[in-house]
């Protein structure tokens, strides 16, 4: 089944359209019209900012926020990495120290003849 393309046009031809008289509008709805026209113009005007300045302020923040985010992070980073570093070297410290007293008190068991 395909459209008729001429049914609208043989109804539109058939169809008799009335006479309208034109009506001027009044000078107050006019004027009313006229101010309602010139603060929706005004607040055109007042939020004319394009849409990319949106678009690019909030892309900004959103990058200052990742920004900080990755600041903070790598800060607690390098403070976890120190405190690692300086557990490291307490921890070989005291190896040594326990490995100095383990030879000491062998060395002193071995010279009073005391075994295990």
């Known amino acids: 089944m395909s459209a008729n393309p001429f049914w609208t ?9 009335a006479v309208r ?3 001027l509008p009044s000078p107050a709805i006019e004027a ?7 603060r929706a ?5 007042d939020l004319s900012v394009p849409s990319w300045v949106f678009f690019c302020t909030i892309m900004l923040a959103t990058f200052a926020v990742c920004v900080t985010v990755t600041m903070r992070a790598d800060a607690a980073m390098h403070g976890a990495a120190q405190k690692y570093e ?5 921890v070989g410290q005291i190896r040594d120290t326990n490995e100095a007293l383990k030879r000491e008190v062998e060395r002193a068991h071995r010279s009073n003849g005391i075994t295990r």
């Open 9 to 17: 046009d043989s109804r539109l031809a058939t169809q008799r359209p």
């Open 41 to 45: 113009t005004a607040r055109r005007r």
């Open 32 to 38: 009313g019209t006229e101010a309602v026209s010139t």
């Open 86 to 90: 300086q557990m490291s070297t307490d």
């Open 21 to 23: 008289a034109l009506t």
